[in-house]
Nanobody, 128 residues
């Protein structure tokens, strides 16, 4: 069983920057694909970004590409999401997730159902 704990959520102003962190309870990030998703009330959980465990290849939702950056430190079992130029539409609860490494490509790791382990989320609120 892998536990994921997110932190760093806050109330921000449009244009601000923020870093979210996710710490894993076990050595996961070197062998798993790690991802960030976000969700607002009444909507489906939405893919934000993912990073492959071995190669470090990254994938992004077009809505955040160029503004958000996903990164990881395998030695610390920590995943980050650096968010810049925040917009009110970025307001959501952000979730960290881990999927077993496999042969899936980008389209596979954009799917919420591809991830086995989830954190409880951290709230980001962006006002205009």
């Amino acid at each position: 069983q892998v536990e994921l704990v997110e932190s760093g959520g806050s109330m921000m102003q449009a244009g601000d920057s923020l870093r979210l962190s996710c710490v894993a309870s076990a050595r996961t990030s070197s062998s798993h694909v790690m991802g960030w998703f976000r969700q607002t009330p009444g909507k489906e959980r939405e893919f934000v970004a993912a990073i492959r465990g071995i190669s470090g290849v990254t994938y992004y939702n077009d809505a955040v590409k160029g503004r958000f950056a996903i990164s990881k430190d395998n030695n610390k079992d920590t995943l980050w999401l650096d968010m810049s130029n925040l917009e009110p539409d970025d307001t959501a609860k952000y979730y960290c997730a881990a999927a077993a490494a496999g042969t899936g490509g980008e389209s596979y790791y954009r799917l919420r159902t591809s991830y086995k382990y989830w954190g409880r989320g951290t709230q980001v609120t962006v006002s205009s």
